[in-house]
C-alpha cells in the first residue's frame, strides 16, 4: 500500500484507481480493526494517511464524472 500524489492518481487509469480504493478500504477496516480491539497501530499516522488518499481518489473519480456529464450535456444541444 502507498500513499499517492494526486497528480499520480490522475494518471491511473479508471480501474486502477477503483482497484487501489478498494486496496485502500481494506487496508483503513484492518487498522481500524486494531484500534477497535484496544491494539495500537504500527503507525498511527497511517489512518488519516489512507483517508486522506482515499478522499484524494475520489476527487479525481467525481471531477471525470462531471467532466464526462458536461460534455454529455454540450453535445445533446437543448
Same mark, same amino acid.
Given at each position: 500500500?502507498?500513499?499517492?500524489? !494526486?497528480?499520480?492518481?490522475?494518471?491511473?487509469? =479508471? /480501474?486502477?484507481?477503483?482497484? &487501489?480504493? $478498494?486496496?485502500?478500504?481494506?487496508?483503513?477496516?484492518?487498522? +481500524? @480493526?486494531?484500534? %477497535? *480491539?484496544?491494539?495500537?497501530?504500527?503507525?498511527? =499516522?497511517?489512518?488519516?494517511?489512507? /483517508?486522506? *488518499? !482515499?478522499? +484524494?481518489? /475520489? *476527487?479525481?473519480?467525481? $471531477? &471525470?464524472? +462531471? $467532466? %464526462? &456529464?458536461? %460534455? +454529455?450535456?454540450?453535445? @445533446? =444541444? /437543448?
Amino acid at each position: 500500500m502507498s500513499i499517492f500524489r !494526486i497528480e499520480e492518481i490522475r494518471r491511473m487509469s =479508471g /480501474k486502477e484507481r477503483n482497484e &487501489e480504493l $478498494e486496496s485502500l478500504m481494506r487496508d483503513l477496516l484492518h487498522e +481500524r @480493526g486494531i484500534i %477497535a *480491539t484496544g491494539g495500537s497501530p504500527d503507525n498511527p =499516522g497511517r489512518v488519516g494517511e489512507i /483517508k486522506r *488518499t !482515499i478522499a +484524494r481518489i /475520489k *476527487t479525481v473519480q467525481g $471531477e &471525470e464524472r +462531471r $467532466e %464526462a &456529464e458536461m %460534455a +454529455r450535456n454540450e453535445g @445533446g =444541444g /437543448k
